[in-house]
């Protein structure tokens, strides 16, 4: 089966440009989250999503961050404009419902410049 | 917001020998989780422990959950250099019913 998939897998941009990362989930999954990893403050939580409804959104750092999921098998996050601050690794998740396992997609390694 | 402190941070041993890696935070979790993160990969789960004071096996990793559910140690017998990687605790609140991940504990075992 496969497993939760994240595209790009590395992504380098500019600064100010806008940058779309990917995510299909596990079919038959119905919570969705995105997580930022850095060194500096380890994995947060950004977003989750809930049959295909934002939950909880508390952790999107500011309006230059935005999700979307459209479906049940896509999502998006977007950031407009990228700054230098939002290089770190981008992970989606999903499980069946929310506080069961989740299952981790390989990540976006984002550098803006 | 829920902090889970983990330590050590870094870690490293040689092959064989014995470690612990410890999860705590000052609030309660209805249950709490352990993954392990390679590079390049994301976190894969290992264990979820529910009830305060159990104890899970996996292998050579001994997991347990505190009595007052806010604090997890995991126990791994004679390491290996497959053990290598980054080892995440994970605790689930009742009311937000979202995992809030830890700080991390990077693991090296050498030969």
């Known amino acids: 089966d496969a497993g939760v998939i994240q595209s790009p897998r590395h992504e380098v941009t500019e600064m100010g440009q806008e940058v779309t990362l990917r995510c299909k989930p596990i079919?038959?999954?119905?919570?969705l989250f995105w997580y930022r990893q850095t060194m500096m403050r380890g994995l947060e939580l950004l977003i989750y999503?809930?049959?295909?409804?934002?939950?909880?959104d508390s952790g999107m750092p500011e309006d230059r961050f935005s999700a979307k999921m459209p479906n049940a098998s896509f999502s998006t996050l977007k950031i407009q404009p990228s700054e230098p601050r939002d290089s770190a690794v981008y992970f989606c998740?999903?499980?069946?419902?929310?506080?069961?396992?989740?299952?981790f997609g390989s990540g976006t390694q984002l550098s803006v410049l | 917001t829920q902090l889970l402190e983990q330590s050590p941070q870094f870690l490293s041993i040689q092959e064989g020998e014995n470690l612990t890696v410890y999860c705590n935070s000052s609030?309660?979790?209805?249950?709490l989780q352990w993954y392990r993160q390679e590079p390049g990969e994301g976190p894969v789960l290992l264990v979820t422990?529910?009830?305060?004071?159990e104890v899970k096996k996996l292998k050579r990793l001994t997991f347990q959950f505190g009595d007052a559910r806010k604090d997890s140690s995991l126990h791994i017998t004679a390491a290996q250099p497959g053990d290598t990687g980054l080892y995440l605790c994970?605790?689930?609140?009742?009311?937000?019913?979202?995992?809030?991940f830890g700080t991390g504990t990077r693991l090296q075992v050498t030969l």
């Open positions: 999503f809930n049959n295909n409804v934002p939950i909880d």
């Open positions: 079919s038959g999954h119905n919570s």
């Open positions: 994970a605790g689930v609140s009742g009311t937000a019913s979202k995992l809030t």
């Open positions: 998740a999903s499980s069946l419902q929310t506080g069961l396992k989740l299952f």
């Open positions: 609030s309660v979790f209805s249950s």
């Open positions: 422990v529910v009830t305060g004071g």
